[in-house]
């Protein structure tokens, strides 16, 4: 009855394993939080509104007091406008607007819209300032409808678009502004000049403030995975690892077939426990002793831990080796791929994997004691079809734009070494 519990709970605690390890798997998730900025994982140029929530309300305010600067210079000329009434009435126009902006603002999705109909309504003020004034509108130094009025569009196309938005829009409001007088004047193009000015220090502004968010989203989520982790190491450690150390007591103490099912609970006991010390410590997007983490990175050296059992022996630095999470995932599998050539084709060899972290790049030596691989052998795999070291080695370290080198001999058994180069975590040239 005991055993027959025993088996429930391992099997128990790996459904649980599977899908904690699936919703939380670290490099899932940067790639997950990347690719809302870009379809592989890289950071994308374009920018993402929803960052940028903050600031629509601060934009709201500076809205109202550009209005009430407009209505007030507009009320001290008005007694010399030929249509005074179409003057109260595109300042009743940009009022509405200025009041109900806010509210629709709050849907990211309608920004954009928003945005581009603000400008037209700046545009429009401009326009009709001619009309309006009359004779007016000749004074080089009189004001336009909307005044200053029309920077609230400029803000907001630079809180949308960043600085390229506040400068085209800027440009068009300015070209626009200097157009409606006659004479532009000094104090015109210099007042063009500061609302160039102003869209680009506010684009800025905003980039800022949206990679600030992203960053304190991407920490909030790897705050919450590492909890997570934890909660999951104590649950393995009060299940499944105590039932394997209990297997593997109990099969050494029985003997015969049962000491075989021993040696097999021992393995996957110190696997898993190298599992769950690499989930603890974090592994994912971990940087060397007193960096800050670099998302989408992951440790090499920690993966590799993974392989240590019986036959295989790991030695790696003692700091983490980062690697870009795709990258680092592939030179893993290469030397996964060899160490099961090693479990197939030389059966009771020991094996060896040693990590060289060359600063610019990043060495793998797989290796183990048996027969070698006959000379022929590998061609004679190809020339079959069978494409499993060219594929699962020579292939995925091509793709990372590194070499496999192969070593072997009866004497001396068979070693890989597998060179990568570290590059960013874009995967465009290599890291600084």
């Not at 609302?195 to 680009?200: A, E, I, P, R, S």
């Not at 240590?308 to 870009?324: E, F, M, N, Y």
């Not at 009771?348 to 070698?372: N, R």
Request: proline share 6%; hydrophobic share 45%.
């Amino acid at each position: 009855m005991r055993w027959s519990v025993m088996r429930t709970n391992l099997a128990d605690g790996a459904a649980r394993s599977i899908r904690v390890a699936t919703r939380f798997d670290p490099g899932t998730t940067t790639r997950s939080r990347a690719s809302g900025c870009g379809d592989d994982g890289r950071a994308s140029a374009s920018p993402r509104p929803e960052d940028t929530g903050i600031l629509w309300p601060a934009l709201g305010v500076a809205r109202s007091v550009l209005l009430g600067y407009a209505v007030v210079v507009n009320a001290l000329h008005v007694q010399d406008y030929r249509h005074p009434l179409a003057a109260g009435a595109v300042l009743g126009v940009l009022a509405t607007w200025t009041l109900v902006a806010p509210r629709l603002y709050r849907v990211a999705a309608r920004r954009p819209r928003l945005v581009v109909t603000e400008l037209a309504l700046a545009v429009a003020a401009l326009l009709l300032t001619p009309w309006v004034q009359g004779a007016t509108a000749a004074d080089p130094d009189a004001p336009t409808l909307a005044s200053f009025w029309i920077a609230a569009p400029v803000l907001a196309c630079a809180v949308q678009w960043a600085w390229r938005g506040g400068l085209a829009s800027a440009l068009v409001v300015g070209g626009v502004d200097l157009s409606v007088h006659a004479v532009p004047s000094g104090s015109g193009t210099g007042y063009v000049f500061l609302l160039v000015l102003t869209g680009l220090v506010a684009g800025y502004a905003a980039a800022l403030v949206r990679a600030g968010t992203r960053e304190r989203t991407e920490a909030a989520a790897v705050q919450a995975a590492a909890a997570e982790r934890e909660r999951l190491a104590r649950a393995v450690h009060d299940g499944v690892l105590q039932s394997l150390a209990y297997v593997q007591r109990r099969g050494a103490e029985i003997g015969g077939p049962a000491a075989e099912l021993a040696e097999l609970a021992r393995d996957q006991e110190e696997a898993l426990r190298g599992l769950v010390q690499d989930h603890v410590d974090g592994s994912v997007s971990r940087a060397a002793p007193g960096a800050p983490p670099t998302a989408g990175t992951r440790d090499v050296a920690a993966m590799l831990h993974r392989h240590t059992g019986r036959a295989v022996s790991v030695a790696t630095p003692a700091s983490p080796v980062p690697l870009p999470g795709a990258d680092a995932e592939e030179l893993v599998a290469a030397v996964a791929a060899a160490l099961d050539n090693t479990a197939r084709h030389a059966g009771g060899a020991s094996a060896y994997v040693l990590l060289e972290d060359t600063g610019d790049g990043v060495v793998v030596s797989v290796g183990d004691d048996g027969p070698g691989i006959p000379a022929g052998r590998l061609d004679e795999a190809a020339a079959a079809g069978r494409m499993g070291v060219t594929g699962s080695i020579v292939g995925r370290l091509a793709a990372l734009g590194g070499t496999a080198e192969l070593t072997t001999s009866t004497s001396t058994g068979t070693e890989w070494e597998l060179r990568v180069p570290r590059r960013t975590v874009a995967g465009r040239g290599r890291a600084p």
